[in-house]
């Protein structure tokens, strides 16, 4: 019986083997290489995509702010506007208040009582003068109470220490502005024609 030496044969299948299993080792090493660099690139350009929009939503976020402000200053004019007018159209409605208040002042002063100094905070007038005695101060605040343009007579202090023999009472006296039903309605009808008639 002839005898066949398989161990060359045998060696050549290992090493073929081998060679196989290091080509199979190297492809499956690039393979990876390839899906790790893909997988790179693509994260790379999703974080490049959100970057785009990060800036673009930054850019917008700014031209809104500036906007913003400059709807705030646009704002800010209005008011001031508005209360430039608000202060015109009081002027406008009380126009006539004074020549009424010292009209009334005349009319309604009584004999034996006279005014020294006027002095107004708003709508708040305070009367400083002398009189004759405690009831003329008293007729003069009746009286003041009666006119349609002053109001809310109070008396905050009468003495006996004028120098003026005839006239030795000096008092104080608080009062209000207002303005009749009848005046307010006027001057609001002459306001609205004169808005009317305007250009």
Not at 67 to 88: C, F, H, N, P, S
Request: charged share 25%; with cysteine.
């Amino acid at each position: 019986m002839a005898k066949i030496n398989l161990l060359p044969w045998r060696q050549e299948r290992r090493e073929q083997r081998q060679k196989e299993f290091y080509g199979l080792l190297g492809a499956c090493a690039v393979l990876g290489l390839l899906i790790a660099f893909a997988v790179v690139s693509y994260v790379g350009g999703l974080v490049e995509n959100q970057q785009a929009r990060n800036n673009y939503l930054t850019q917008e976020i700014q031209r809104l702010e500036t906007k913003i402000k400059e709807i705030e200053t646009l704002e800010k004019q209005r008011a001031d506007l508005l209360q430039r007018k608000q202060v015109i159209e009081e002027l406008q409605a009380s126009r006539s208040q004074m020549v009424h208040l010292f009209d009334e002042l005349v009319r309604t002063i009584p004999d034996g009582v006279r005014l020294n100094s006027i002095k107004q905070a708003g709508q708040r007038l305070t009367l400083m003068g002398i009189a004759q005695s405690n009831a003329r101060v008293s007729s003069y605040m009746r009286a003041l109470q009666q006119s349609g343009w002053i109001t809310n007579p109070d008396l905050n202090i009468i003495e006996a220490k004028g120098e003026d023999r005839t006239m030795p009472y000096q008092f104080t006296l608080n009062v209000d502005l207002t303005q009749p039903k009848a005046a307010q309605s006027a001057e609001q009808s002459e306001s609205a024609l004169a808005a009317g008639g305007a250009p």
